[in-house]
């Protein structure tokens, strides 16, 4: 069986990590699987078995139809039985596939699914379910997927324990990784941050990048994008996300696996990792609050044993693998 895995691009966010991860998994596994990724991040390479159309990002119209056209030219040379689809664009662009293809697999990787385009989200659903394809959710509390309620399958993505920097030497002690836009609550967490006359450790850019570089002139280290921010953090530190939703939240699985101490907005999409009430906050003037006593109280804010190996147990490559075999077989 052909397998096409569909993703916005190779580098990005924990979708794009995790079907890269899934994507050579299988053909190590065996199977006749690629990965077709639509956008280009900059200098990305892609390896054996991976394929890049290099979409510029906010390329408009004339760009979509443009990799639209090669996305078109890639299916009759790979020929797939199987398409993967995941997220927005993945999805527009399978969704407009010939019909030849015998199975969909649809993954939803987001509890707040086309924000800022329902209309056209809609639309590419109502047409995906023509298809009658098989939903993948990476959130076992989401079961039903926008708009039509459909039930899904739930498969996590893979998540392996990071290996942290053995370097404790002084440091900002605090950390944030992931994009920088509204609904990461970045802004909420370097208010925070500057009233305490703290240092964060920003790993991550997007929308807003220039426009905090410009506000935040001290105590908060921008570091762009890196592919394994990890290295650069070590057990002295303390992860803060303030997400008005995720997903999957693999930075926070990552750092449960780290053994951190973490600090969340308290919304419900990150009640579920079930942390301690101590780790979560309410509000700005919360978190300032926790920011301030956390260096004597890291105790209170680590995750504990169980739920460090439930995730391990539950996110491990072997146990991620059983699932998506059973799907595709």
Known sequence: MKILIVSNSISGGGAEKSMRII????????????LLCINNSGSDIAEEGEVIL????NSGIAG????YIHFLKQLRKIEPETIIANCELPELFSALAPFSIKKFIVVEHTSNPWAGRKSLGFLVRVILNLRKPIWVTVNKRQRGIWPLNGESVFIPNPVEPPKLSSNLSPSAPFIFIGRLRKEKGIRLILDAISAEKQEIEVFGSGALEDELKSQFLTGVHFNGFVENPWQYVNQNQTLIVASEYEGDGIVIVEGILGGLPILLLDNFDLRRFELSDSSYFENGEELRRKIGRISSHRDLYQPDAGIKEKYKSERNLNSVMA???????
């Open 54 to 57: 290099r979409r510029k990002w």
């Open 23 to 34: 994507n050579k998994e299988l053909r190590s596994r065996g199977h006749d699987s690629i």
């Open 64 to 67: 979509t139809a443009s990799s």
């Open 323 to 329: 699932n998506w075999s059973e799907l595709l077989s």
